[in-house]
Nanobody, 125 residues
Framework: DVQLVESGGGSVQDGGSLTISCEAS???????MGWFRQAPGKEREGIAV????????IYRDSVKDRFTISQDNGKNTVYLQMNSLKPEDTAVYYC???????????????????WGQGTQVTVSS
């Protein structure tokens, strides 16, 4: 089992940047790690995924070229760097871990076994 704790959420203005983190215990080793988000009144959606060895990443089209997922295996931490933030990026952001291969897990939340509690990101215009 793995426990996930997100941090770094907050409020930023339109066009701003923010990096959120997810610390895994005991380790991210052998897990595909993903970031998901849920805006008020909307379903949770997958936005970025990284394979256990960081060789592969997958992004949702709406965040491609603005968000970057990365991980530091030594710190058991996954990051989501978010640039050019828009009000529509406002959501609770969740970190998740999957035991499936990256190509199988993808952005499908049903393939993720473990979830963090979420961190709020608010973008104001």
């Amino acid at each position: 089992d793995v426990q996930l704790v997100e941090s770094g959420g907050g409020s930023v203005q339109d066009g701003g940047s923010l990096t959120i983190s997810c610390e895994a215990s005991p380790s991210t080793y052998e897990y595909v790690m993903g970031w998901f988000r849920q805006a008020p009144g909307k379903e949770r959606e997958g936005i970025a995924v990284i394979s256990s060895g960081s060789a592969y990443t997958i992004y949702r089209d709406s965040v491609k070229d603005r968000f970057t997922i990365s991980q530091d295996n030594g710190k058991n931490t996954v990051y989501l760097q978010m640039n050019s933030l828009k009000p529509e990026d406002t959501a609770v952001y969740y970190c998740a871990a999957s035991s499936f291969f990256c190509s199988v897990a993808g952005l499908s939340q049903s393939k993720y076994n473990y979830w963090g509690q979420g961190t709020q990101v608010t973008v104001s215009s």
